[in-house]
């Protein structure tokens, strides 16, 4: 299963409007980040939070982490048709019991459409 | 520096044949791992290599394999295609092994297995 889940699965705003994404996870994270993709190409790195960090900005970008909620979220404040993409939460999961390997694992993206 | 290549872009082959995608990493970077994303199953974990050694791996058929070379560069083959790994496929690079550091993502392989 994903250890990231996004919501709303899709977002449709005017331009200019603020957009906000969630993100819940499962497990125990070092970090999230949040990624964009536009129309199946490649992925495209936002912002990375860690696990002692509450909120942080990039830009028109901001990310809050709650660790005791096991859940974030992006705001993307004052949006452009140019913002439209799928977009991704994935944490740094760590997947086997010695807690030396870690793999990023992504949920399955909010779809943004911001309309001119 | 330049960023994460991937060849070829685009790939038609038919049921039951092999293929190979290539990645080359950011300069300096000793890690890369593969996702395979699709509209059913979103992004999912490959493989990772580090330092030309495969550290980690998700769960996936043992069709699909991997290899790091001394220049940090990675192919990714999959054998005995089937219409189910119709796909994109995208390898990240990043200076450290795992999730812990940003990884950079080219721009991907398009596979379609007809």
């Known amino acids: 299963s994903q250890q990231g889940e996004e919501d709303p699965q899709a977002l449709s705003i005017q331009e200019g409007e603020n957009a906000t994404m969630n993100c819940s996870y499962k497990t125990s994270i070092n970090n999230l980040q949040w990624y964009r993709q536009n129309s199946g190409r490649g992925l495209v790195h936002l912002i990375l939070i860690r696990s002692n960090e509450r909120e942080k900005h990039s830009g028109r970008l901001r990310v809050t982490l709650d660790t005791s909620k096991k859940s974030s979220s992006l705001l993307i404040t004052a949006s452009r048709a140019a913002d439209t993409a799928s977009y991704f939460c994935?944490?740094?999961?760590?997947?086997?019991?010695?807690?030396?390997?870690?793999?990023?694992?992504f949920g399955k993206g909010t779809l943004l459409t911001v309309n001119p | 520096k330049a960023g994460v290549t991937q060849t070829p872009r685009y790939l038609i082959k038919t049921r039951g044949q092999q293929v190979t995608l290539s990645c080359s990493p950011i300069?300096?970077?000793?890690?890369v791992s593969w996702y395979q994303q699709t509209p059913g199953q979103g992004l999912q974990f490959l493989f990772e290599?580090?330092?030309?050694?495969?550290?980690n791996k998700g769960n996936f058929p043992g069709r699909f394999s991997g290899r790091q070379f001394s220049n940090s560069r990675s192919e990714m083959n999959v054998s005995t295609l089937e219409l189910g790994d119709s796909a994109l496929y995208l390898c990240?690079?990043?200076?450290?092994?795992?999730?812990?550091?940003?990884?950079?993502f080219g721009p991907g392989t398009r596979l379609l297995v007809l």
């Open positions: 994935a944490t740094d999961a760590i997947y086997n019991s010695g807690g030396s390997n870690y793999k990023l694992t």
């Open positions: 300069s300096g970077h000793r890690s």
């Open positions: 290599y580090f330092s030309e050694t495969q550290r």
């Open positions: 990240a690079s990043s200076s450290i092994s795992g999730g812990r550091e940003t990884q950079y």
